[in-house]
């Protein structure tokens, strides 16, 4: 058997050229970012990595942005920010998709800031919480995903502010048809947010971020009470705004 072994470990000493290859560009990817930090240089960007980076690669994606000032990076779950965490990356991280209160409760890691996602959710980690967490609220301005609703705002604000182990540094939303041909349920989003991100400010003094567009909701611009954009799609040279031309270049090449 042993020999076997060793025939097949001197195979691989042989060079091998596949038949498909994937590229990831880091030049296209920097460039990509830099395009749109110069285009709205009033607003901080959270590069998106959820889902493994689009399928660009997880911790590949995260260690080329390491050369740019960021205020966090957006993933997907908890699973994800361990990756990241495991291959070494110290950038502080967004988990922006549901996570179990237990999960919450027993994370060893450092600087990551998990999402509240509905009223009832905030009810059980003000019970469930025995140390301090941070948090992003995420607000429901129309787009009926997650989020605390409008008539539930006032509550939860005071809920937060009475529950000494949830510390809400962020909040956001989502808008759902910002690269949309009719303007007019974005427009109503961003009033709610607008109104919501005021109250939340005046409440909340120690919040830092606001973030309501991603990559097509950033062409609202001063428009919007934010300080952070989302970039997701654009990041990978991917932008579906009508009549916005951005110098972008596909970070991905299959060859």
Request: hydrophobic share 40%.
């Amino acid at each position: 058997m042993r020999w076997l072994v060793r025939f097949i470990r001197g195979l691989w000493k042989h060079s091998y050229v596949p038949l498909i290859e994937i590229l990831i560009h880091r030049g296209a990817l920097l460039h990509n970012f830099d395009v749109f930090r110069n285009a709205y240089p009033q607003l901080e960007i959270a590069p998106v990595l959820k889902s493994n980076a689009y399928g660009h690669g997880l911790a590949q994606v995260a260690t080329i942005l390491t050369s740019r000032q960021v205020p966090f990076l957006c993933v997907d779950s908890l699973y994800e920010a361990r990756v990241l965490r495991s291959e070494g990356m110290r950038t502080p991280l967004l988990v922006i998709g549901y996570t179990p209160s237990e999960n919450i409760r027993q994370c060893p890691l450092r600087d990551i800031a998990f999402s509240i996602l509905s009223f009832q959710e905030l009810q059980v980690l003000a019970e469930q919480l025995s140390e301090p967490r941070t948090f992003h609220l995420k607000v429901d301005t129309g787009m009926h995903r997650y989020g605390i609703l409008p008539e539930e705002l006032a509550e939860a604000v005071k809920l937060i502010q009475k529950s000494p182990n949830i510390r809400v540094t962020g909040a956001f939303s989502h808008l759902a048809d910002a690269d949309g041909p009719d303007p007019r349920m974005t427009e109503e989003q961003v009033r709610y947010w607008n109104q919501a991100a005021d109250a939340l400010r005046r409440s909340l003094p120690a919040m830092r971020y606001f973030h309501l567009g991603a990559t097509a909701g950033s062409v609202l611009g001063e428009g919007v009470d934010a300080n952070v954009i989302r970039l997701g799609l654009g990041l990978y040279g991917m932008d579906r705004v009508p009549g916005r031309e951005l110098d972008l270049r596909p970070v991905l090449e299959m060859r």
